[in-house]
């Protein structure tokens, strides 16, 4: 960033302050030295995030391995100093107002614990309330609702050291919500999950988000989560921001086609030329067709147009798959 | 609105009173242990009924309580931080709203709680029983013990947050611990009363936070000469390794690096 340039840009960050915005980070970057005394390297993980989030959104925070979600999280919640750039979370200077922001945000690491290992799930949950200073009735309030929604009852008195890794997730996140924070980040929450353990999770997530009293930050490589969870989707590789767009807008600009699939009511071959329609197969000895579609049409009028020259048993529309949608990401 | 740290004492205690069966199997050790200190120490009064103000009951008095603080006072084995460090599970520490030392100091007054009973209380009541010991005559001389075993608990502590803390900039801090687990245990007078070493080196030794640990509690205990400076001393250094391990955190969490995840 140039310095004439850095004036503009923190005005900028003052107008967008004082909009309702939990995340507002400007030129984020962060590097480390690497290596022996003697031959250190820098490493940049982070190059050039700037990104603001709304309160009470859902984002899925997305990229490869190595991208820079992780550490964009930790300078986030104040525990890495960034290098470059800056960014206000709650209003607050993370690193600078780390405590503070702490009593604000909720974080969950997929791969790390913040409960007493040796300690029965409740009595980290008393710890967790006393360190966040929760009143003790708001604590109990909130404590059972998690309790009743994720199903805990059956294993509260139990020490978190025997847990499955389904229960302690369960006790992570409502540890992460006792306090009533405004964010929820939420690290690879569904990492090495079973799929019921995952729907329970997402189901739960989601519900906390619709109140909109919380914002979500997800990261996360298992793409379900997203499409659960989040309605924008901001794509980090290599240390820049490489997408930022509603999932929806970015299913129509990256994806690729979506396909209308019709079983019609006879065997017949599917009809060609339709407009709009750029790829027809058939399949089942011709009782199910797909047809590949581009958005010059939309489904309602491929459908209306097929229903005048066919009997129509059934149809449905696929959606191009969010895996298909990353990989074209990824690789651009 | 409640301050959390009483909490995390008492998370502390219970924290370690879980394994009741290492704490059974620590205590043997130190018993077993404790026998052979006493049988050299008694052995070298063998020769001289006193040395440097230590007679036998003395003596064993000095193992019993040595054997006994060892696991409250905590001199080796201490290396969650740097672990946590190395690992990066020190973020989920770093993002909480505490001041992270003091909350690990709190854990670890819990802990020293639960040792003073399972491993403090029976060895000297095994030494009273099984050979001549030497109570305290006055019963002062009880609270000043207990003020004296907190602050090297507090010592001690200031000590081991700062060999972990060397972890945010080696990376691993296993070396720097085990060094001090060699040098700790023989200049803190657990192994021989410092009062056996050479003048010189008494000296020197008084320099350092060393004798804090367990040469100033016990000689409390046995009601030697001294007891207010050596208070005062034990409290400087409590207070100065508090505050330069601050200062240790302050500068070594903006070094943190976590690679992977």
């Known amino acids: 960033m140039t310095t004439s340039g850095a004036g503009g840009a923190s005005m900028d960050t003052e107008r967008r302050l004082r ?16 290596g022996s005394r003697l031959r250190r390297t820098r490493v940049t993980a982070v190059t050039d995030v700037t990104l603001d989030v709304a309160r ?15 550490t964009t999280i930790k300078m986030l919640t104040g525990v890495l100093v960034p290098s470059a750039g800056s960014a206000r979370v709650c209003g607050l200077d993370p690193v600078r107002e780390r405590r503070t922001l702490a009593r604000r945000i909720g974080v969950v690491f997929g791969q790390r614990s913040q409960l007493w290992w040796d300690l029965p799930l409740a009595e980290s949950f008393a710890l967790h309330g006393a360190i966040h200073r929760v009143p003790p009735a708001r604590h109990r309030e909130r404590l059972d609702e998690c309790v009743e929604l994720l199903d805990m009852a059956a294993f509260l008195t139990t020490p978190v050291r025997q847990l499955s890794l389904g229960q302690r997730m369960r006790g992570e996140v409502t540890a992460a919500l006792l306090h009533t924070p405004e964010l929820l980040v939420l690290d690879e929450p569904t990492i090495g999950l079973d799929l019921a353990s995952k729907e329970r999770l997402r189901t739960f997530l989601s519900a906390v988000n619709a109140r909109g009293d919380v914002t979500l930050l997800l990261t996360t490589h298992d793409l379900p989560d997203v499409e659960r969870l989040c309605r924008r989707v901001v794509v980090i590789d290599r240390g820049r921001v490489l997408v930022d767009d509603g999932l929806d807008a970015l299913r129509r600009r990256f994806a690729g086609h979506r396909t209308l699939v019709v079983e019609p009511v006879t065997p017949a071959a599917p009809p060609a030329a339709l407009p709009g329609v750029v790829a027809v197969t058939a399949e089942a000895q011709g009782l199910r067709w797909r047809l590949e579609f581009d958005s010059t049409t939309t489904a309602a009028e491929l459908i209306a147009d097929v229903a005048r020259r066919v009997d129509i048993r059934d149809v449905h529309v696929d959606e191009p798959t969010i895996e298909a949608l990353m990989r074209t990401l990824y690789t651009r | 609105m409640l301050s959390p740290y009483p909490q995390l004492v008492r998370a502390g205690f219970r924290r370690h009173a879980t394994y009741r069966q ?53 001199l080796w084995g201490d290396t969650e931080m740097s672990r946590r460090i190395r690992t990066g599970d020190v973020v989920v520490d770093l993002g909480r ?27 000297m009541l095994f030494g009273a029983w099984a050979f001549p010991f030497r109570w305290p005559t006055v019963p002062a ?30 990376l691993d801090a296993r070396g720097v611990i085990g060094m001090w687990g060699v040098v700790g245990g023989v200049l803190s007078g657990l192994v021989v009363p410092l009062a056996w070493f050479p003048e010189w080196a008494q000296t020197a030794l008084a320099w350092t936070p060393l004798p804090s640990l367990f040469q100033i509690p016990i000689d409390v205990f046995l009601e030697r000469d001294g007891t207010a400076g050596a208070l005062a001393a034990q409290a400087g250094w409590a207070v100065a390794l508090l505050l330069v391990g601050r200062v240790a955190l302050h500068h070594g969490s903006r070094r943190l690096v976590v690679q992977g995840r």
Not at chain 1, 19 to 34: A, C, K, N, P
Request: hydrophobic share 60%.
């Open chain 2, 97 to 123: 709203p505490w001041d992270l030392q003091a909350a690990m100091l709190a854990a670890d007054l819990g802990r020293a709680g639960f040792a003073v009973l399972a491993r403090l209380v029976p060895p």
């Open chain 1, 19 to 34: 909009s309702d915005h939990v995340i507002v980070t400007e030129g984020l970057g962060r590097d480390f030295l690497v």
């Open chain 1, 56 to 70: 009470g959104e859902a984002v899925g925070f997305l990229g490869p391995n190595g991208a820079g979600k992780s």
């Open chain 2, 22 to 74: 290492a704490a059974l199997a620590g205590l043997t050790t130190n018993l077993v242990f404790g026998l052979l200190r006493a049988a050299v120490l008694v052995a070298v009064l063998a020769q001289r009924p006193v040395v440097a103000g230590y007679d036998v009951a003395a003596a064993i008095t000095y193992v019993s309580l040595g054997q006994g603080l060892l696991t409250v006072v905590l």
């Open chain 2, 141 to 170: 001389t009880w609270a000043w013990f207990a003020v004296s075993a907190l602050l090297a608990v507090v010592v001690s502590f200031g000590v081991r947050f700062l060999l972990n803390a060397s972890a945010f900039w080696l």
